[in-house]
């Protein structure tokens, strides 16, 4: 089998399983799984999926793409003459990943500009949750309170808090437009709580910012398995791509279904844009690699795209996977750790015995 008809199956393979996991949350909404259990072990099966998809991103971002792009620049420079020691490949691995990190915080800010607020139906009842901050040495306290009230009134009970299992009324006396002090009766509990009374903004807005993103950070990763130049290092990376879309394909799937539960055809019209866009790098890379340009065109143009594609594997990795269950910051446990190794171990060995070959 080929180079070129490798890539072209892994592009085949990238779309199928991209299309299929973000079908798979339709069929969930459907049957009505929302209890507490269904949600709890739906959440723990892809917080394991995520740490061992974060070990193979983390050994495919070490053992190939780095490796394999910062030789391709090698040769690029030793044949085009460039005698310098800065590391050049490095510096674009970086502007990679600042990249990403940009196109993320835009999204981010248009979120934040429209509203992030969760949508529900107009006959579900809307809870805000606000936490403040006690002005003694006690927990914090939780405050529950509709969110649908038009506005804040004084001296009227909103919710309960819920501190050491007990829960006791709260009663708002308001400061301003925006800060509002809220009273425990029978104790000394006082605190300060920003209480915003969001309006309901554009239904799916933050799921569809978040499909651009994804979509963009995408053409990238099937970059990445376009540029390889070897059958074993094109389903490699194929197999690490594959995996970690899987899952964020199930996850964007479940986000678009939930704020168009009334217009699957455009839900999946949206999904069907986002699976594409890993074909579409891939193509790119085919082009770079079989095209008739010149071989040190090829070599500068596909080392520095390579780098990009790194940048973006570090990215995904370190701050997408790995911290949300791994470091001081996470509620992850050995098992997550454990996972993620045993991810990256099972790329480290796939690139082992390519190297063997």
């Known amino acids: 089998m080929s180079v070129t008809i490798s890539k072209v199956l892994s592009a085949i393979i ?6 299929a996991f973000s079908l798979i949350p339709y069929c969930i909404i459907r049957r009505g799984s929302t209890s507490e259990d269904s949600v709890r072990r739906r ?4 917080a394991y999926l995520n740490c061992f998809a974060g070990g193979v991103f983390l050994a495919t971002f070490l053992c190939h793409i780095l490796d ?8 690029y420079k030793e044949k085009a003459g460039l005698d310098t020691d800065f590391p050049i490949f490095n510096v674009v691995v970086g502007c990679g990943f600042f990249l990403v990190a940009f196109m993320e915080l835009i999204a981010k800010k248009q979120m934040h500009k429209f509203g992030d607020s969760k949508h529900y139906n107009s006959e579900e009842e809307i809870v805000e949750q606000v936490n403040i901050n006690v ?9 529950s309170m509709p969110s649908q009230q038009p506005e804040l009134q004084a001296g009227k009970i909103y919710g309960a808090t819920e501190s050491n299992n007990t829960k006791r009324p709260v009663i708002l006396q308001k400061a301003n437009d925006n800060v509002t002090r809220a009273l425990v009766p029978n104790g000394t509990d006082k605190a300060n709580s920003h209480a915003h009374n969001h309006a309901p903004k554009p239904v799916g807005l933050r799921a569809f910012l978040l499909l651009i993103a994804l979509s963009f950070h995408t053409v990238f990763d099937g970059l990445a398995v376009g540029l390889q130049t ?18 964020i394909a199930f996850c964007i799937g479940l986000e678009i279904f939930q704020c168009s539960r009334n217009k699957p055809v455009s839900a999946v019209v949206w999904l069907f844009v986002f699976a594409i866009m890993s074909p579409i790098g891939l193509s790119i890379g085919i082009f770079l690699t079989t095209g008739t340009a010149d071989q ?26 790995l911290t949300m269950h791994i470091g001081h910051l996470s509620q992850g446990n050995v098992f997550h750790i454990s996972i993620a190794f045993v991810g990256f171990c099972v790329m480290a060995l796939s690139r082992l015995i390519s190297h063997d070959d």
Do not use: R
């Open 43 to 46: 959440n723990a099966i892809l």
């Open 68 to 75: 394999e792009g910062g030789h391709e620049f090698d040769e």
């Open 296 to 321: 040190l065109t090829k070599l500068l143009v596909s080392s520095i795209l390579q780098g990009l594609a790194a940048g973006t594997f570090m990215y995904v990795t370190f701050l997408e996977i």
């Open 14 to 19: 990238l779309f199928v399983s991209s299309m």
């Open 135 to 143: 002005e003694m040495s006690q927990p914090p306290i939780k405050v």
């Open 230 to 247: 070897s059958e074993s290092e094109v389903w490699a990376v194929c197999a690490a791509i594959a995996i970690h879309k899987s899952v």
